[in-house]
């Protein structure tokens, strides 16, 4: 008999592991809500701007995949040690010296990217304790870490303002610490870890074509999701004229909206199947990002369609990781690496165009456009391994919908 998710598993690791991604999260998209602020003190370019924003989307990429293979050689509790402390480290000398220049800003950006890469050390670190049957509730807990995006919208523009945009980065070191401190005494690696790989095993992974799809299933549903969190606050302080501060309200509303349905998207995923759910965000997301690229008049319109777009992105990302640790639970580590990059790298793809986009045809309509027709792009190639998925790997799964 099936127990209850609450029975299963490691509660102190779940919550430790929630909490570890959610400050991570909250610093790693710092930039975004700082934005207006530091581009109008710098004079930036749109094109600039958004480089600033998707530089840390883009560390964080790369290094989740140094994340994956730490994970299954020394455990994931140990390398989102390590992580935390390069960051907090980071961190403080960035605010003790200043930060002076816009390529000052790039180099914050890298060392930011060290907290996004915590995705690939908080997923198999919660992920480990808990069966095939429970896996997309897990999964969408943890993950519900994408909520501290919340948090640097709504604190960041308001402390900028009361102490100056760099002392932010100081004060950022309170939380990072305090949730440093719990990881360390609460955490604890699942007894079940797979027997560590030789590095070049690791390669074999990416023979295999459905590490492939996964890759770009998430590099939209996250890679979109990540992408405007660092993007909508420069989007809405531009197209509207707002405040840094309403602008970060703003950014607020839409990124909690995708970080508080990630797990209802596991959980969906679990009583559907994940490939239905994904259907269903892929088709989604294409018709509201087209819709948004026309340029809403409004900003009550505007800022709909972006939650309505974040919700169903954010339901795609717990519905990935419903499906990730069925097909490969034993490299769910270097997997959590490679689907992580790639969500990484959609999102610095997706932060960047708009930018680029905004400064070469004087509007963001062309980079949502793009995104909308990746999204239809994800769509089909759901649809054309569904059949195979059910009648193989997914048909040796009992009790477990995919």
């Not at 959980?267 to 948004?292: C, H």
Request: charged fraction near 10%; include cysteine; glycine fraction near 14%.
């Amino acid at each position: 008999m099936t127990k209850p998710f609450w029975q299963t598993g490691h509660k102190p690791t779940l919550f430790s592991a929630f909490l570890y991604f959610d400050v991570a999260f909250m610093v790693w998209v710092m930039l975004g809500p700082l934005a207006p602020i530091i581009s109008k003190e710098f004079g930036l370019d749109p094109a600039q701007k958004g480089l600033m924003v998707a530089v840390p989307t883009l560390a964080g990429a790369v290094l989740r995949l140094v994340n994956g293979l730490l994970v299954d050689r020394i455990g994931p509790k140990m390398t989102g040690a390590i992580g935390q402390v390069i960051v907090i480290v980071g961190l403080a000398i960035a605010w003790w010296f200043g930060i002076s220049s816009y390529e000052g800003t790039l180099a914050v950006g890298v060392i930011l990217g060290f907290a996004g890469a915590s995705f690939a050390v908080a997923l198999p670190l919660a992920s480990r304790w808990y069966p095939p049957e429970h896996q997309g509730k897990a999964m969408g807990i943890a993950g519900m870490g994408n909520s501290g995006t919340v948090l640097a919208a709504l604190f960041a523009p308001i402390l900028a303002k009361l102490f100056g945009w760099n002392n932010v980065f100081g004060l950022a070191l309170l939380p990072l610490v305090a949730a440093f401190v719990v990881y360390m005494g609460f955490a604890k690696d699942s007894p079940d870890q797979p027997a560590p790989k030789a590095i070049a095993a690791y390669a074999e992974v990416l023979k295999d074509k459905d590490a492939w799809w996964f890759m770009l299933f998430y590099g939209v549903s996250f890679g979109g999701f990540v992408g405007l969190s660092g993007s909508l606050a420069i989007w809405f302080s531009d197209n509207f004229d707002l405040t840094p501060i309403t602008a970060g309200y703003c950014m607020a509303a839409c990124v909690f909206t995708g970080s508080l349905v990630r797990p209802l998207g596991g959980a969906l995923a679990d009583r559907i199947g994940g490939i239905k759910t994904l259907s269903y965000v892929y088709f989604l997301a294409a018709v509201t990002l087209a819709v948004i690229s026309t340029g809403p008049a409004t900003l009550p319109l505007a800022l709909a369609l972006f939650i309505l777009v974040m919700g169903t992105l954010g339901i795609g990302n717990g519905a990935v990781f419903q499906l990730v640790p069925q097909r490969f639970r034993n490299e769910i580590g270097v997997m959590t690496g490679l689907v992580g990059f790639a969500g990484g790298v959609g999102g610095f793809y997706l932060a960047s165009s708009l930018g680029f986009a905004q400064k070469m045809t004087g509007s963001s309509g062309p980079g949502f456009l793009i995104f909308a027709a990746l999204s239809l792009t994800a769509l089909l190639g759901l649809t054309s391994v569904k059949k195979r998925w059910r009648t193989t790997w997914g048909a040796a799964i009992q009790g477990v919908r995919i």
